[in-house]
């Protein structure tokens, strides 16, 4: 009967393997059938480009490492797994895939709609933060936002109620389309893009997004955001989808 030993040196099976396949009775276990590596692209999780304390304390560094390192690389791993077998959608940016969802296989359309608009939504998400000392809207966007939406104390209460109102998980919506402003919020990972919408800015409201520091209270983390809009960011992001 070969020992445990013989059959390391014999077939030259890893630790590795011995922890997933384990001896039986002696024998080695018949192989699993290779498990290829998860791909690692096309999709890459951004840089965050700042500290994950720079939004303090509105936004806690806790939830910004784990929110950026472990939920927004989830959705890219998962996005780089629905596209492995998609030659023609991993070409694609995760823009063009989200604006025009029917080009993608039914059986893959749900899991690209969610991980690829966690992944869009995210890196989005992420250049629109910054502490702004009680900054206001800037630019085109700031008079855009006084014509369409009745001035920043209104679009604060519409967003805020937007926010607040969404029913469990998703994000509240800037979005720009036909030449407007509009306020909206989609649930889960559902992207403006996938109904013609340019996203201007966004605040995701899954309970990741707040629940260590602000726990059940979502209006209170709804208010900080307030204190970390990256208006210059979210007034370039207007410039662009105003000039198409
Ligand atoms: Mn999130």
Request: net charge positive; hydrophobic share 45%.
């Amino acid at each position: 009967m070969l020992t445990r030993r013989d059959v390391l040196k014999t077939v030259g099976v890893t630790a590795a393997t011995l922890a997933v396949a384990p001896l039986v009775r002696g024998q080695a276990a018949a192989p699993a059938a290779a498990v290829p590596p998860a791909p690692t692209g096309p999709f890459t999780v951004p840089a965050l480009g700042y500290a994950y304390d720079a939004l303090e304390p509105y936004i806690d560094a806790q939830t910004m490492q784990i929110h950026h390192d472990k939920h927004h690389a989830a959705y890219v791993a998962n996005l780089n797994a629905a596209v492995a077998d998609l030659p023609a959608v991993a070409k694609m940016s995760v823009e063009q895939i989200l604006a025009d969802l029917s080009k993608v296989p039914e059986a893959a359309r749900t899991k690209i709609r969610n991980n690829g608009g966690g992944h869009a939504n995210h890196t989005l998400f992420w250049t629109l933060l910054k502490k702004n000392a009680n900054g206001k809207p800037v630019g085109e966007l700031a008079a855009a936002i006084d014509k369409d939406l009745g001035g920043y104390d209104a679009f604060q209460k519409n967003f805020t109620a937007a926010a607040t109102g969404v029913f469990g998980s998703g994000w509240a919506w800037l979005v720009y389309e036909k030449g407007k402003l509009q306020i909206t919020s989609l649930p889960n990972q559902d992207s403006p893009l996938s109904s013609g919408q340019a996203p201007v800015l966004g605040l995701d409201v899954w309970e990741h997004a707040y629940y260590l520091k602000y726990q059940n209270v979502r209006a209170s983390y709804v208010a900080a955001f307030y204190n970390v809009i990256n208006w210059e960011a979210a007034n370039e992001r207007f410039r662009k989808a105003v000039s198409g």
